[in-house]
């Protein structure tokens, strides 16, 4: 069955970008007087470029695990999967621009690293710089994304030809190359976060933030797959796909919600329980200045899924999941604002017109680009050879 974006869905995204462009401009005029303004347009186009690059990529995780454990259930799902992370070349468009700017202007007090001045005046970053330095950063950031963006080229593409051809050669290039990905994103998705989140902090520095930001990413992503199939099925779309699905689907949204709040309380005991002022200082200034909305993130991203979604039958319940979601979505986005903008702007940091005109610019965007991937390709892969096994899923 083919997909064809609603005049609706059309006109929807168009009014999200509209609105938040026009916010952001208001924020901007609003704000013209302040000292750093500038500062403020990078830092929040680092928090969305980067949160919006991670839904695509959380997709393209979720799909090569599915490939490498040659899993049968998601069969009916996978075009979704593909068209979510189809996002991810716009996202890492997003995501470089913004590097670049920052890049280009020593930092922009963001990665303080970055700027000559300081690090020779500064031991600890000195003494980083073999490892934090522009041309290595920019070395390590096109590896990242030009590895993500062959393998989910070659993802992509056998999965169309699998469609004409039909067999199971296919299927297990598609499982050879699903882990060989699963081998460098185990890497990279712990490097990346370092390169572009954790050294926003300079100073500081903690051997599970590679993952805490992993299981963000993952839950964010997976959040997207639910909606994105709920929103299908309200249209009489993907008929093949059954409550099972949407409980599997749910149960991965509550899983990894866990593995999140697992890895937020375990980092977060740790350094309090260590009381190292070297490693507390990122706590510090969080907590400091924005005690309400840290620990208001951690209670949606933690609480919500864990007492909302324990039932069976919540799993499988429409309102509950995309209530939950959409908490959930705004909570992983405050997550990586506090990242970003704690580290970068302190106490300055707010969220007004500014934070919320570019996330719903980007929003939008991201809506209208999954849509559009969507309508490339056949919702249901026909030649799968796991399809009859997931279309007769039932758990």
């Known amino acids: ?101 920052i890049t280009l202007m020593d930092g922009a007090h963001i990665y303080i690293w970055m700027d000559h001045e300081v690090v020779g005046s500064d031991s600890i970053i000195e003494g980083k710089s073999a490892y934090l330095n522009k041309p290595f950063f920019w070395i390590r950031t096109l590896i990242y994304m030009a590895t993500y963006f062959i393998f989910l080229r070659g993802f992509k593409k056998r999965s169309l030809e699998e469609d004409k051809v039909g067999g199971t050669e296919i299927h297990f290039t598609n499982y050879r190359k699903g882990a060989v990905f699963l081998v460098f994103f185990a890497v990279f998705s712990s490097t ?20 805490y930001v992993f299981a963000g990413m993952w839950c964010s ?30 149960k991965w949204v ?14 977060y005991m740790l350094i309090w329980y260590a009381n190292i002022p070297e490693e507390t200082t990122y706590y510090i200034a969080r907590i400091s200045d924005f005690k309400f909305i840290y620990f208001f993130m951690f209670i949606i991203n933690f609480a919500f899924p864990m007492l909302i979604l324990m039932s069976r ?49 980007v929003a939008g965007f991201f809506i209208r680009t999954l849509l559009t991937n969507l309508s490339k390709a056949p919702l249901t892969p026909v030649n799968h050879p796991f399809l009859d096994e997931s279309i007769h899923h039932e758990i």
């Open 1 to 101: 069955m083919e997909f064809k974006i609603a005049n609706k869905a059309k006109m929807v995204t168009l009014v999200l970008m509209a609105v938040g462009l026009l916010s952001l401009v208001l924020g901007v005029a609003m704000n013209l007087g302040e000292h750093n303004l500038g500062q403020r347009l990078l830092a929040n186009g680092l928090v969305n470029g980067f949160y919006f690059f991670a839904l695509g990529l959380g997709a393209l995780f979720f799909l090569a695990l599915q490939y490498a454990t040659e899993t049968g259930w998601y069969a009916s799902v996978k075009r979704i999967i593909e068209a979510q992370a189809g996002f991810l070349p716009y996202g890492m468009g997003l995501l470089a621009v913004v590097l670049l700017i």
């Open 192 to 211: 990346s976060s370092w390169d572009w989140l954790m050294s926003i902090d300079v100073h500081w520095f903690s051997t599970l933030f590679g993952w």
């Open 221 to 250: 992503g997976m959040v997207v797959m639910v909606l994105t199939t709920l929103y299908l099925k309200k249209l009489g779309y993907m008929p093949k796909v059954n409550e099972s699905h949407i409980h599997d689907l749910g």
């Open 254 to 267: 509550f899983a990894t919600s866990f593995l999140w709040s697992y890895l937020f309380f375990s980092q």
């Open 313 to 361: 039958d919540a799993k499988r319940n429409y309102g509950i999941l995309t209530f939950v979601g959409l908490v959930i979505l705004a909570g992983h986005w405050l997550d990586v604002w506090i990242m970003v903008t704690a580290g970068s702007m302190g106490a300055q940091a707010k969220i007004g017109w500014i934070e919320i005109g570019m996330v719903l610019l």
